[in-house]
Every structure is written in structure tokens, then in C-alpha cells.
């Protein structure tokens, strides 16, 4: 369904000396530099699948997206999507795609949101019959009834979020795109959005793509991981295996009255027996722990047995970390 073979992408950045000398000089010569975003990237991709696409920022996803979506031309590679070469054939390619930017809406601002659905279903030709069917769907599942009537840009941002979602599904696309669609909400959005993307998946075969820094999404989500790390893919296979090495892996991070390297060493050595790390970040302590080992309950206690703790929160481990993990380890 989707294939990507080979492809890269650089971005030419002309860097101007700052201030007027800069400014002039800039005039006459610009300093020329190659950002690398997408280095030889392969993968495909098939029916009904839901990838989440993961790495630090700046890794490449967006610029991966935007070339799937046919917005970027490759600087080199190939992309066939459904048989088509996305930015060879925009308009083709979008008929079967639904995209979602979490940082930007698609929907147009000074328009109640029914009539934007309206003027979609024109767009794209749906047929009344099916229009109908999937109106009734998504507004119910994304809770979007009631403020269907306001202008876009009267909308919460996780109403917004649900609209664009909605939008994006209207005309049956074959390939979801979900650029951080959970980006800025709350728990209780979060938790909608998820269920909403896992019921299109079931009820409509939809393909999904979703980039985000959200572990929970990935874990609640995903059937499939790719990580990308510097403009490279390092790691594609199941959630599985990631989780086998990394699932478990937990921070405690405790604010303790009078902190110092004291207390490091002590819970260092509380800690010996076990897979962890502890250090001082960002003016709390941090525990890293694996959960199957030990659990929470019990460093929580000695810590409040021996000191006075102030506040205290849980984690799950960040994908930045286990970018760097696999980037030195692998996963095995
Ligand atoms: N139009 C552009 N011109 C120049 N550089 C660009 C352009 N778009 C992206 N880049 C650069 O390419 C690299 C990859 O950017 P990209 O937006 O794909 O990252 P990302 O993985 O989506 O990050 P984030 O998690 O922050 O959204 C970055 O170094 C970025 O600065
Ligand atoms: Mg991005």
C-alpha cells in the first residue's frame, strides 16, 4: 500500500551573519547550508496497519510525512502510495488520505463547522448515502454535535483537534496521516482521540501513520513501531519487542527537603540489586527503574521512611531516552 524506498531529504538554509554589516553582506553572498532531514529511508507499509512513527524532534518524521503526503518532493528515492507518486499526483493521492496536523488546523476558520463538513463532501464528491453514514459516525464518536454550529475559530483546541479529526475521515481515505494529534490535551481529550482512531481502524480498514510524543499513545495504538533518529530509521518492527526491553522501565521523581549527593549515594545502594539509575535533574530525584524488578511502593516508602519528601511523580520512560538506549544497544 505504501512504499518507500531509498529516500532522502535535504533542505538548502541560507545563514545570514546577524545585524546590518550581516544584512548587507547578505546582499552579495549567501552562506549556503545542507540540512540532511531524511537519510535512505525504506519501509512499507500495509492495509490496516497503525504505525507509530517515534524519535526526538527535529528526527525527520514531519519532513517523512510531508513527502508521503506529496507537500515534499524527495531529493532523492521513491514513494508509490496506493500505485501513485504522491507529489507527482497531489490531487490523486489526496482523494485517498486524510491528514492531520496536530500544530495547525485544516479547517477553515471563519466557517461553522457544519458547513465546513458541508463544503468537504462537495470537494471530495461523496455521495449523500455514504455522507450520511460517516457524518452520523464521527460526530458521535468524536462528541462533535455540540458545538457543531460555531465557527471554527471559536473552538477549544481539543475540540478543534476532534473536528480536524473528523474532517479528515469524511471522504473514506484509505491512509490516515496523524501528525501529533494529541499534541496540548488533556488527559480526558487524549483518551477520546485514541479510542476514536482504534474505532475507524476496526470499522473501516483505515491505515494509520501517527507521529507523537506520547508514549501512551503508541502503547494504546500502534501495531507496529518505527523509530527514526537523526533522519535514519533505527529500529521497525513490533511494539512487542520495544516493550520487552523498555516497556517496563519507570521514573521516579522525588523533590526531597535539603537534596544532595547524599542521597544518591544512599539510594544508589538501595537500588544496587536492580536494573536503575539515579541522579539529580532538574532539582528533583530521579529513580529509573524496571517495574518487573521492584516495585514502585517499595522505593516510595523507604525514601518517605528516611526523608522528607515534598512531592513526588511517576513516569513512564520518554522516547527520547529510549531513542538513545536503542541507538547504543539495539533491541534484541
Ligand atoms: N522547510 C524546511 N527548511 C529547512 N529545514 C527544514 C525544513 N523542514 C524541516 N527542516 C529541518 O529538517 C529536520 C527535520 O525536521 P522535521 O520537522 O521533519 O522533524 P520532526 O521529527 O517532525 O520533529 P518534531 O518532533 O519537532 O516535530 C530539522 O532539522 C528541521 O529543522
Ligand atoms: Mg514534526
Redesign the pocket.
Known amino acids: 500500500m505504501i512504499q518507500v524506498k531509498n529516500v532522502s531529504k535535504s533542505?538548502?538554509?541560507y545563514k545570514k551573519d546577524s545585524g546590518f554589516k550581516g544584512a548587507v553582506k547578505g546582499l552579495f553572498k549567501r552562506q549556503k547550508e545542507e540540512?540532511k532531514?531524511?537519510k535512505d529511508i525504506s519501509f512499507q507499509i500495509n492495509k490496516g496497519e497503525i504505525i507509530g512513527y517515534i524519535?526526538?524532534?527535529?528526527?525527520?518524521?514531519?519532513?517523512?510525512?510531508?513527502m508521503m503526503t506529496g507537500v515534499l518532493t524527495p531529493s532523492s528515492g521513491q514513494i508509490l502510495v496506493g500505485g501513485v507518486v504522491p507529489h507527482e499526483n497531489r490531487i490523486e493521492n489526496a482523494k485517498h488520505i486524510g491528514v492531520v496536523f496536530g500544530q495547525r488546523t485544516q479547517l477553515w476558520w471563519d466557517l461553522p463547522l457544519e458547513e465546513t463538513y458541508t463544503i468537504l463532501k462537495e470537494i471530495y464528491n461523496v455521495p449523500d448515502q455514504v455522507f450520511k453514514e460517516r457524518y452520523d459516525y464521527l460526530t458521535d464518536l468524536l462528541e462533535i454535535e455540540p458545538f457543531i454550529k460555531q465557527p471554527v475559530r471559536t473552538l477549544s483546541l481539543g475540540q478543534r483537534m476532534r473536528a480536524d479529526l473528523a474532517a479528515s475521515m469524511l471522504h473514506n481515505p484509505d491512509i490516515l496521516y496523524l501528525?501529533?494529534p494529541t499534541i496540548g490535551l488533556d488527559v480526558m481529550v487524549k483518551e477520546r482521540i485514541r479510542k476514536a482512531i482504534k474505532s475507524m481502524n476496526q470499522k473501516y480498514n483505515v491505515t494509520v501513520i501517527l507521529?507523537t510524543?506520547d508514549m501512551s499513545d503508541i502503547q494504546e495504538l500502534a501495531t507496529r513501531i518505527m523509530i527514526?533518529d537523526k533522519?535514519e530509521i533505527i529500529y521497525d518492527g513490533s511494539k512487542e519487542a520495544i516493550n520487552k526491553q523498555f516497556g517496563n522501565t519507570r521514573q521516579l521523581s522525588l523533590k526531597i527537603d535539603g537534596l544532595s549527593d547524599q542521597h544518591v549515594e544512599v539510594m544508589t545502594q538501595f537500588m544496587a540489586d536492580y536494573e536503575s539509575r539515579v541522579a539529580i535533574e532538574e532539582g528533583a530525584l530521579k529513580i529509573t527503574f524496571n517495574q518487573d524488578q521492584i516495585a514502585v511502593a517499595d522505593i516510595l516508602s523507604y525514601v518517605m521512611e528516611n526523608y522528607r519528601v515534598l512531592d513526588f511523580s511517576l513516569q513512564d520512560q520518554n522516547i527520547e531516552e529510549i531513542v538513545k538506549k536503542l541507538y547504543t544497544g539495539g533491541v534484541s
Open positions: 533542505f538548502t538554509v540540512i532531514a531524511v524519535g526526538a524532534n527535529g528526527a525527520g518524521k514531519s519532513t517523512t510525512i510531508k501528525d501529533e507521529t510524543h527514526i533522519g
